[in-house]
């Protein structure tokens, strides 16, 4: 990982993408962070140039191919090539299938499935001619397991996980890894919506007894991009021992 210097970090301005953005920027890589949201990002792009870190901050529609292309366009600009691509973007939706609209699908599917294939697309081509690179797709246990009320969800976590594995296969042979991190319930504005004793009955659901931390996804997003070279095509679950 010595010569992997320059991480792209989509949803980056909470959450679980902004831990990612923070643990790497301890390591010492120049950032460019995206999000939908222009303000929250604007404030992280500070945080980082605050402790020293080079870092660009590109306002992105992931679900759209060509606002892709310009983060893209930007970052090689600021930086050269992407050695480390993080897939976090991602929105939920709750509620019954048959309920759903046209539009809410095509947004979850594009934020959390399409995006992932757009930014990989983009990467792929430098990562390919420098023989390395890693990317790392930020998943949930759903993906696996399926959630009642969340089934466009688990759809496209389960399209991300497959996604990784058939990667995976297609681009070691040019010394690139690709897993997933599969994450249970953590504390994130996702599980917001949740009333006091819904966490609580939640919390008791889970093993370790609590909700996960963003540092500890970001901890172990970091221990996933810095593990050896032939740890590639895997789905790695942080839960709790929930699922």
Not at 184 to 202: I, K, P, W, Y
């Amino acid at each position: 990982m010595t010569c992997i210097k320059t991480a792209l970090v989509t949803g980056a301005s909470r959450g679980i993408g902004k831990a990612i953005a923070l643990r790497l920027a301890k390591e010492g890589f120049r950032l460019a962070l995206c999000a939908r949201n222009e303000g929250p990002l604007l404030e992280m792009r500070k945080e980082l140039l605050a402790l020293g870190v080079p870092c660009l901050a590109v306002a992105t529609d992931v679900s759209d191919p060509a606002s892709c292309r310009r983060l893209f366009e930007q970052a090689e600009a600021a930086f050269g090539s992407v050695n480390v691509l993080v897939n976090n973007a991602g929105i939920s939706h709750v509620g019954l299938l048959q309920d759903m609209s046209d539009s809410q699908w095509d947004a979850l599917i594009g934020t959390n499935l399409s995006s992932v294939f757009y930014c990989c697309r983009l990467a792929i081509p430098s990562m390919v001619s420098a023989k390395s690179g890693r990317i790392l797709n930020i998943s949930s246990v759903w993906g696996s397991a399926g959630a009642s009320c969340e089934t466009a969800y688990s759809a496209s976590k389960g399209g991300v996980n497959a996604l990784t594995r058939a990667l995976a296969k297609e681009l070691a042979p040019s010394g690139i890894q690709v897993n997933t991190l599969a994450c249970g319930a953590v504390d994130t504005d996702m599980n917001r919506f949740l009333s006091d004793e819904e966490r609580t009955a939640l919390a008791e659901e889970i093993p370790a007894g609590r909700l996960g931390t963003t540092e500890e996804a970001a901890e172990m997003a970091w221990r996933i991009l810095s593990a050896p070279d032939y740890l590639t095509g895997q789905i790695v679950t942080l839960d709790g021992g929930w699922i």
